[in-house]
């Protein structure tokens, strides 16, 4: 094969993101794979297509070629989002070329953008863009719960193509409903804008393609010592934020709807897929103590964070019922 840019992964990870959008999707993108993959190869060529090549169990080989998206848009009905289109017979829906991919020379560069979570190969092309595949556990059951399907422990495979800067999340950890609850809050934007979609289906998941859910991860809580998935929600339209407490929870989603314990934890971390074909982002931040409302310094940390919960969330008014 033409030489690659790249970083060669041999752990197994779950081949996703790759797929042509479909309207009403969640993602920016959705797996093509449901076993694991590895040796996973990123080349750019000249004409800003994008060859993923890896292996499947067995070691059969397959290249798909990804192209036609950069960037992201602000929310807007009616308008699509930045969207790859993809050809999984390496050149051969494109061009009607098989040989395609073995001719497929790479003119990318090394890396010179910011730094990304989940990093599995990235590289900057002459045209000064980045390319970059990430992968991680997307699909994790909630509230601790064990995986019960290999589909959901694997590692999703996911491609983006941007210029500039990266989504910006921000997040803050906070006492809700009077210090009952440990809870978060924050905001998605992207160059300036928040980010959202405009609808859910009755699961809580995004209808459209602007739409983003955030995975919340909890590490060293109830459900065990390191990192665990404690929910995934989506971030609310106008505003792009977000809110969210932590209580002992019956999760339908879970076999037998089992009752779950509150599930916050010392430390959090937060992944979202980014908005159109942007990296995915990641936020890591400390976890409160218990509240005691004796303590002056808990009680003024309190009300800051409420004053600020009600900027970052105006002009929608649900996240004000945690105060």
Known sequence: ????????????????????????AALASE????????????????????????ARPGGEVRHVLAWGAVDALPPRRGVPQASFRFDYAGGWGRHRDAGYWRRFRSV????????????????TAPDGTHWALQAWQRLLPH????????????????????????ARLEVWADW????????????????????????????????????????????????????????????????GAFCY????????????RPRRPDGHGTRYRITVAGPGVTPDVVWVGTGLHAFDPASQLDVAYERRMNALLDQVT????FCRTQH
């Open 1 to 24: 094969m033409a030489t690659l840019v790249a970083l060669l992964m041999r752990i197994p990870i779950l081949a996703a993101a790759l797929a042509l959008l479909l309207p009403g």
């Open 31 to 54: 797996p093509f794979s449901d076993r694991p993959v590895s040796n996973v190869l990123l080349a750019v060529n000249a004409r800003g297509e994008a060859l993923v090549s890896y």
């Open 108 to 123: 990318c560069g090394p890396y010179t953008g910011p730094r990304l979570a989940w990093l599995v190969a990235a590289c």
């Open 143 to 166: 509230r601790g719960y064990p995986a019960w399907r290999p589909d959901q422990a694997a590692r999703e495979l996911r491609i983006s193509h941007w210029s500039g800067e990266l």
């Open 176 to 239: 809700a409903f009077n210090g009952d609850a440990h809870g978060l809050f924050g905001r998605l934007a992207y160059r300036g804008a928040p980010v959202h979609g405009f609808g859910t289906t009755s699961a809580g998941n995004p209808t459209d393609p602007y739409g983003r859910s955030l995975y919340i991860d909890t590490y060293d809580s109830a459900y065990g010592p390191g990192w665990k998935r404690e929910t995934s929600i989506v971030f609310r339209n106008p505003s």
């Open 245 to 256: 407490s932590f209580w002992p929870t019956t999760d339908i989603s879970l076999p037998g």
């Open 314 to 317: 105006a002009p929608d008014r």
